[in-house]
């Protein structure tokens, strides 16, 4: 067996297995932190992004806590969507394909869009692992078919997301049917005033832990480029040009345009997948295989269809829209320099978003200035050195003017000349000034 990092936390042989065979060697940063604490049963509260390892940060120590003596439900597993669901699920499902145990647990995925009578039938035997939507998961539990008092250990991710759906409301309900005492996980990458109720309910003593170090310079770098008067679609054409991105994923604000931007994009000859809220089922799962099955280089997305999908390998983020808030900025580029990797976000802006770039830099980001010039990288200058520079020209421009004489006796043509005249002034003023520096 294979020697890694994880030995220190004193798991199961079976656990340090898997670990060794899922390609783990050292743990993340909210691994490192979250399973020691989670091995005890604590309440834990981890904010961080999709990509920092946090799916495995709980299932390592929940699934090594499992008692397969015990035939009731032990632990649950919430995600807002569906997709999210069942990316955990797959995760469980490989861990227990890795290990001895595949034919001894029973997992069960329970989401809506699936037959419900099904579902009921194969729950006869209570499952060891529960991974679902509130909706469903409160359903089942409602008509009965669903006991999770027995359950140990309960985790909410993408919590943030479950609030902007409104499904915190749902996971209340459920966690009404589960004992008290329940060892309660939740992940997010933003934790708003307005989940605070709900942690002071649930969470007894939480430990805290926030890990946004992905979001660092080294790791992370974030361009900008001042968009002018210029199309989005040719500029990130432009770009293409001299990034070789693994994947890029293209933000817009909206799927009109979304649509609108692949439509041009493919038209210009790049291999582009679209997803965004406007797809079925269907088409999202069948777009999310190709992604997979790296059909392409560039992928436009809107936010919410983007949220939490484990994709991997993105080495670009391009928000041809920036969004209007700072969360949504963070989950977007957070979907890039995952897991030690390097990535870069590059950020087309207008004079509107500045507000945000400035909140942003609070935060202790740091931007830097592009330009695309003739298929080349071009450093450019920074809004607020351009602002400074434009304030002076137009002081100079005021002086100018004010030393412009007008002649006594205004003859045809006198406006043609006095302009001339300023101008001679402005230059020499602006020379003065150069030299002052
Ligand atoms: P997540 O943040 O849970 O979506 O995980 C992001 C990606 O990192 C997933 O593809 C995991 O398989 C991978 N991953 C998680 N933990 C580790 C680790 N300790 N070492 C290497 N890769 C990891």
Redesign the pocket.
Known sequence: MEKHLFKQYALNDWMNEVISK???????AI?AKVIPEALKGKDIIGQ??????????FLIPLLNKLDINQSETQIVLTAPTRELAI?IYD?VKKIMQFSVNEDIWRAKLIIGGTDKKRMVEKMKQPPHIVVGTPGRILDLIQEGVLDIYSARSFVIDETDLMLELGLIEEIDRILTNADPDIQVMVFSATIPEKLQPFLKKYLNAPLYVNIDDRLAPEKLEHRLIDLRHREQADVIFDISKIIQPYLAIIFTNGKEKANQLAEQLQTKGLEVGLIHGGLNQRERKRVLKEIQQLKYQYIVATDLAARGI?I?GVSHVINAELPKEESFYLHRVGRTA???MEGTAINLYHEEDIALIKKLEKKGLTFTFYDVVKGEWREAKAWNVRQKRERQESDIEKKAWQQTRKPKKVKPGYKKKMKKQQQRVKKKLARNQFKKK
Do not use: I, N
């Open positions: 899922l390609g783990f060697y050292e743990p993340t691994q961080s992004e999709t990509g920092s390892g946090k799916t495995h940060a990316q995760e484990d991997k995952r897991a030690g």
